[in-house]
């Protein structure tokens, strides 16, 4: 390749995705589908699922209010430097407080790199029912505590750039929503 044939950074916009929602609301889900879809296109993305990063990069965090906030601003910080580098980051995280998602927003603004914020907004009662884990049976039983939605605060978004009624749409349409709306803002 010689000097004149450089790839132009600018040419490859990348993006943070945050998909927050209570347990079984469809983040990962949806996060996984609109991934598939474009890496088909040739899309650089990455998916930074929550269970995995708490396994590798917040081994050891818990569930507190604390532990929950230093989980999001690390993957905060990972995926920023992903999207900075021209990778589609999605994140199907909770991050259950508003404080600690406009952290990650502000993170983002002062670098520069663009971040939308999807709310899947599926109602507690739709989740429970799903309860792709156990989590909320486990909770009912007594066997848990401090379980996002249930007994541990969820801090809805106000003005998501999203809101997905997953409980009224199949997955293909969920993600085609998201779909749309990278594509409206130059991002898909
Ligand atoms: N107490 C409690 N509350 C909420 N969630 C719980 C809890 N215990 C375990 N889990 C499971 O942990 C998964 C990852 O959580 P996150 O890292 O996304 O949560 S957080 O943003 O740090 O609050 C999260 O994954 P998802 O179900 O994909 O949302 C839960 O299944
Ligand atoms: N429109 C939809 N979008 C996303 N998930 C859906 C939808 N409709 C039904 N589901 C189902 O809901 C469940 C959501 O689980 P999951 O994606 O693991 O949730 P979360 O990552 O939010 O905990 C899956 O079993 C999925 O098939």
């Given at each position: ?12 916009t ?10 079984s609301a469809?983040k ?22 929550g ?8 081994a050891?965090l818990?569930?507190?209010?604390e ?24 994140v199907?995280?909770?991050a259950?407080?508003t ?9 983002h603004?002062?670098?520069g790199?663009p971040?939308?914020e ?20 486990k ?28 409980q ?21």
């Open positions: 390749m010689t000097a004149g044939q450089q790839i132009q950074e600018s040419d490859v990348g993006a943070t995705v945050w998909l927050t929602g209570l347990p469809g990962t889900t949806i996060a996984r589908e609109l991934a598939g879809l474009l890496r088909a296109r040739g899309r650089r993305v990455e998916v930074l699922d269970d995995e990063i708490r396994e590798f990069l917040s050891g818990g569930f507190s209010r532990d929950r906030h230093t989980n999001v601003q690390r993957i905060g910080f990972v995926a920023e430097l992903l999207a900075r580098n021209g990778v589609l980051a999605l199907p995280v909770i259950p407080f404080d600690s998602r406009e952290a990650v927003r502000k993170r603004q002062t670098h790199t971040y939308l999807v709310h899947v907004a599926t109602p507690v009662e739709v989740c429970s029912v799903r309860d792709v884990k156990g989590l909320y049976a909770q009912a039983a007594g066997e848990i505590s401090g379980l996002t939605g249930v007994d541990d605060p969820y801090e809805e978004p106000e003005s998501p750039d999203l809101r997905i009624e997953s009224d749409q199949t997955v293909p349409e969920s993600a085609a929503a998201l779909h749309a709306l990278l594509t409206e803002r130059g991002l898909a």
